[in-house]
């Protein structure tokens, strides 16, 4: 990282902006060239969990190369100034990187399923095994990431 004063190395305040941030943008391979999406996710044991209908274009892109990156943002704000140069954004992010694995047993699914919902609401959730295997669910197992932080 080039500015190391913004570098957030602690791997609680890593986890913390993650709790935080309510989307997560996942870039993947189409042709040689990047592809981004962004999800509703749920995150635990240094996974990322995500689901998606049956099929489509990052399903596909997935399939065929499960190299992925990612990236989450919290406490963003506009910091206004008297000259355009003067502007800036304060923020909190997350980038890093991971391969993507579909996860197919229906317990499973249903328990990445719970993953996510706790990320956005508390409670326990039933899923309708019927609506449950008309879905993809997929894991992103973590290589590595990295925080920053602009106050």
Partial sequence: MRRKDKEITDRNAIESIISKSRVCRLAMV?????YI???CFGFRNNTLYFHSAA???KLGLLRKNPRVCF???CDTEVRTGEKACDF?????S???????AFIEATAAK???????????????FDYPE??????????VEIDTMTGKTSP
């Fill in 71 to 73: 990236e989450l943002d």
């Fill in 130 to 139: 019927a609506s449950v295997n008309r879905i993809s669910v997929f894991k």
């Fill in 30 to 34: 189409d042709e040689g060239g990047p």
């Fill in 37 to 39: 999406v962004p999800l």
């Fill in 94 to 100: 997350v980038i890093g990187f991971g391969n993507a």
């Fill in 88 to 92: 800036s954004m304060r923020y909190r």
């Fill in 55 to 57: 099929d489509g274009k």
């Fill in 110 to 124: 249903c328990e990445a399923l719970d993953i996510i919902m706790n990320h956005y609401a508390e409670g326990a």
